[in-house]
């Protein structure tokens, strides 16, 4: 009995280190110090702010403010609720600096240094560049500010232990697949920046596993039934778009209007991804996504 006792002594003893280790794991990277003295467009910052879907996220479309947050997002882990980005200093982000901006965008990381859930698709926006973040910024200030508090994140254990979600980041946040290839015409480049990058396409049509990781090198754009509140995308590859009717003129129409070729309306999340963001993006920006996802790579 005192081996079993000494035995069950030491595993505690080993969980509390580890649980220690994780909670002083460093993540992150300093952002360069000449965001600053970048002069931000808030025109390009207000279209990226549209199709990185920020508004359709921060939005309650229940009589919130714009950016006021408080839209709930219902996961096999718990609810999240979208946090207030007015410039309000104290529930908003108005008392955050740009360097702190460029962290939580590209990095998922807060002021304070928590990671935040993945729910937020910071992942897609790691290669936005330094001046996208200062456009993006400019734009955001231009935002008035709104006294509404963001809701706690009510998640089940032990994913309300922000400490472990660096060990998930570890195992499944991926570099975004925006990189040009040489060959393709700008077009296609443009669509795959947009499509693999800031519009995060991604993130609801491919397949996830049981802890929400994105199953990319197996399921990329296979479809998901991971959607918060228990929706689900269609499959989005070439093969499937194709065998489905779609091309890149009905594709483009369809992102600009949330209409199908069979006439049909897009509903629900899709429909909130056109009414919200991509019903805004200029015409050769919609063919450039429709031209990549109609000839992706295999």
């Given amino acids: 009995m005192r081996r079993l006792w000494k035995g069950a002594g030491a595993i505690a003893a ?24 970048l002069d931000g467009n808030v025109g390009n910052g207000a279209y990226l702010a549209r199709a990185a879907g920020c508004i359709a996220c921060h939005t309650n479309a229940e009589g919130g403010a714009p950016l006021a947050g408080g839209v709930p997002l219902e996961t096999p882990f718990g609810t999240l609720y979208s946090p207030n980005l007015t410039t309000d200093p104290e529930y908003g982000i108005g008392d955050w600096s740009i360097e702190d901006f460029a962290v939580a965008v590209r990095q998922g990381i807060s002021p304070e240094g928590e990671p935040y859930y993945p729910a937020f698709t910071y992942p897609f926006y790691a290669d936005l560049s330094d001046q996208d973040i200062a456009d993006l910024w400019a734009a955001f200030q231009t935002v008035p500010p709104n ?27 991926y570099d975004p697949l925006t ?120």
């Fill in 14 to 37: 080993a969980a509390a280190v580890g649980l220690g280790a994780v909670y002083a794991w460093p993540i992150g990277t300093p952002p360069p110090d000449t965001l600053a003295s």
């Fill in 147 to 173: 006294e509404t508090p963001s809701i706690v994140a009510d998640m089940t254990f032990p994913f309300d232990q922000r400490a472990a979600l660096k060990v998930w980041r570890a195992l499944y946040q």
């Fill in 179 to 298: 990189e040009p290839v040489e060959g393709q015409s700008d077009e296609w480049n443009r669509g795959k920046w947009l499509v693999e990058g800031v519009t995060h396409c991604a993130a609801c049509h491919t397949t996830r596993n049981i802890l929400g990781g994105r199953m990319i090198e197996t399921a990329k754009f296979a479809g998901s039934d991971m959607l918060p509140g228990g929706g689900n995308a269609p499959p989005i590859d070439t093969a499937s778009l194709v065998d489905g009717g779609w091309d890149v003129e009905s594709l483009a129409y369809a992102l600009k209007t949330g209409s199908t070729p069979e006439g049909d309306a897009f509903g629900n999340a899709m429909g909130e991804v056109v009414l919200y963001g991509t019903q805004y993006l200029t015409a050769d920006d919609l063919t450039a996504m429709a031209s990549y996802l109609m000839d992706q790579p295999e």
